[in-house]
């Protein structure tokens, strides 16, 4: 099985082929290294530096790849290229054109600062690629020409021999020839936290994480050494895969898509009623220019020129409160994806659990916690001092629970991969005894007796070997890495240089776990109570996957392996991720393919992770989420990073991010509805009236004063109903609130003309005066009505919400009555009207407290 990145090669697959035809196998880890060899046409003894030249040159250097960066000129034209984004230049230009200044400056001013926030903030994730190439070493040490020579890892190239040390970086892909006690840590590639073993032996059915011969670029030495054969490099490397993924363009963001569908919305909209207005105007003999002008004010009208402001103001005080709650955000339209999120993938390590090595038991051959086992396994670790894993951390961090006096070292043979065990001569009190500790089955097999609870020694025959053969597996089914205890007197023995391990006496068995947090229960608890399913993906074994998920209360949750999903196409795949909660011994491409299979479901999807193998998912989902102490690859490649590892943060980000959406949909729904019903009916009255209901002038001061008292909207407070579930954006439901509140305000716009005509009997500039400070009292009072689906009275707007409108209002109202306003075509008009006015505005709100239930059902 070929767990590599299928993406495509930058330069030819460097072959055997260019001297004797061999061809490198996908999967050579699985086999004898002899035939790798042959296809490198290389040796143990490494490349001359002229071959390695020529290889350099057919196989380009040992980079990860580079995109092009995207010119800023083509960034701001795909930008501009959004209908909301031409509807609103559209308008800028027809504000120009009939000297209204203000909007002109006010809508160019929006767009202009709403696209440089969303270059700046896609321009620092681009430095991806840049993180990726800083993560690995900058000079390996090269077998060239017989000799061992320190070259710039850029050079190095397939069918080199690297020698490997403890601290250093791996530079490529590759075979261990040899190897010293070599452990390596490449938990960031494959998320298994535990250290691996690497050595030449071959396992012809490993896959990728468990080859014991395979070396991976970005992974790490932690100890011993190893002589390496070099077999891919740069993007064709896993790592490199990686990188090149990261370098793909990025599917439009759900919230990308809302305001697209949005702006289509609202373009339809406009195109019907400016083509019916200037095909009326002129079939009833209306004058071209003037025809042209109004329709262009009425698309003005229509167009929500402070949404870009509304949505920034929005989601910057989004960002301000998820950083209180220990979240940044990177990509501010991520508040909005993160509201709307329904299904959040998690890696295991370092989210749910510790991510750290803890030791969890110490039993002994009845299963039951022993100290005598502890005591030996602490003792062999205190003393060891040759290569220290981080078992024996865990051991000797539990230590401080149980004191070791009087111990005294005598002799230690260390760990090394043939014996797979570390032996300690120790002494206390006069008693001399050889502490061994180890993998498991070696240690048993050493072993001819056993130690029993109350002390005694008694044999290891079969049936207690099978017994503590039981003990071992059933440990290891709940995901937890064991370690073999034994010891035997030595009476005699001053050291321990010859390798006299047999007869043992087995003593016990010492229990490692990666623990789950105390939180994540709590935390997964809450995202599926507000409607957010979670998944955990793992490369760890499906025995740890499953342990944790029955430790945080999840024990009956399906799981698909690595090896299961490797033989799904991808609509096969899409049908068993629905129903599937678990995932493990995944790779990178597989965490990858997982997020694009619920996404062709319909779901907007979440990931978050911390690794190196994680960075394709994070970018692949709606929402990609890393923590502080991530790899740079993964945090460059998230939109948002959380401080805390922890998901009840998350949580917390949530429901930031549906107030956010809540706070943003309410200016929408009051924009379009509001906009439409006030451009319908001067759409129609100017059908019949002798006049104009309002100058164009007029229209846009309306259009412009409404929405500077929405400003206070992204301040306002969210109902439990907005916070409870998922909210994406519901067109329809937009659609059907426009077409019942928008007609109730033309109802009661066209009552006032009628007032105005019949009863009062009025000249044009007391008609337009009249109707503009009707239109502007419904606009933006209703919104006290229509921001919450309870009753007016049951949740109080936010002060800023308030403030914003009143004054709007105020400015409204007090125009008409300034020494200016014959300028603008208004005159004061008389009590008696403001007050039959103020009567139809009253009634009006009351018709749309009763109505918004069902506008908004």
Known sequence: MDFSISLPLQHEPLTAANNQGTELSDEYWRLPVGQTLAALDTSADGLSSAEAARRLEAAGPNILFQKARRRLIADLARRLGNPLVLMLLAAAAVAGVTGDMVSFLLIVAMILLSTILD??????????????????ALTARVQRDGAVATLPVRDVVPGDVVMLAAGDLVPADGLVLSANAAQVNQAALTGEPFP??????IDPGAALAEAPNLLLHGSSMIGGSATMLVVQTGDRTHFGGIARSLGDEQPPTAFERGIHRLGMLIVRMTIFLVLFVILAHLALGRPPVESFLFAMALAVGLTPELLPMIMTIGLAR??????????????????????????????????LTEARIMMTGHPGIDGVDSEHVFELAAVNARFESGLRSPLDDALLAHTGHHPLTGWQK???????????????????????????????ETILDLCDQARAPDGTIMPLDATLKASLIKLH?????????????????????????TD???????????????????SSAAAIARLESAGVRTKVISGDSAAAVRHLMAALGKPDAKLLTGEEIAALDDEALAVRVADTGLFARITPDQKFRIVRALQARGHIVGFLGDGINDAPAIRAADVGLSVDGATDVAREAADMILLAPDLAVLADGVAEGRRTYANILKYIRMGTSSNFGNMLTMALASLFLPFLPLTPVQILLNNMLYDLSQTGIPFDRAEGSDLAAPRGWDMRGLVRFTLIMGPLSSLFDIATFAALIALFHVDVPIFRTVWFIESMATQILVVFIIRTSAPLWRQRPHRLLVI??????????????????????????????????????????????????????
Not at 480 to 493: D, E, H, Q, S, V
Not at 805 to 827: D, E, K, Q, R, V
Request: overall charge neutral; charged content about 25%.
């Open 119 to 136: 270059t700046v903030q896609e321009r620092r994730a681009e430095a991806t690629a840049a993180a990726l190439r800083e993560a690995i």
């Open 196 to 201: 691996v073993e690497k050595s030449p032996v």
């Open 318 to 351: 989004g960002a301000q409160r998820m950083a209180a709650a220990k979240v940044v955000v990177k990509r501010l339209s991520a508040i909005h994806d993160l509201g709307e999120m329904d299904i959040l993938c998690t890696d295991k390590t370092g989210t």
């Open 410 to 440: 005598l002799d230690e043979r260390p760990f090394d991969f043939e014996r797979r065990r570390v032996s300690v001569l120790a002494e206390r009190e006069g008693d001399r005894i050889e502490i061994v500790k180890g993998a498991p």
């Open 473 to 497: 597996d059933d440990n290891a089914a709940q995901g937890l890495r064991l370690l073999g205890i034994a010891w035997k007197a030595a009476p005699r023995r001053d050291s321990i240089e």
């Open 500 to 518: 006299d391990d047999e007869h043992l006496i087995f003593a016990g068995f010492c229990l490692f776990l990666d623990p789950p947090k105390a």
């Open 804 to 857: 914003s409108a009143s004054l709007c209002l105020g400015a409204a109202i007090t125009l008409p009555f300034l020494p200016f306003a014959p300028t603008l075509g208004f005159s004061a008009p008389p009590p008696g009207i403001l007050m039959v006015t103020a009567a139809l505005v009253a009634v009006y709100l009351l018709c749309a407290e009763a109505l918004k239930r069902v506008a908004m059902r």
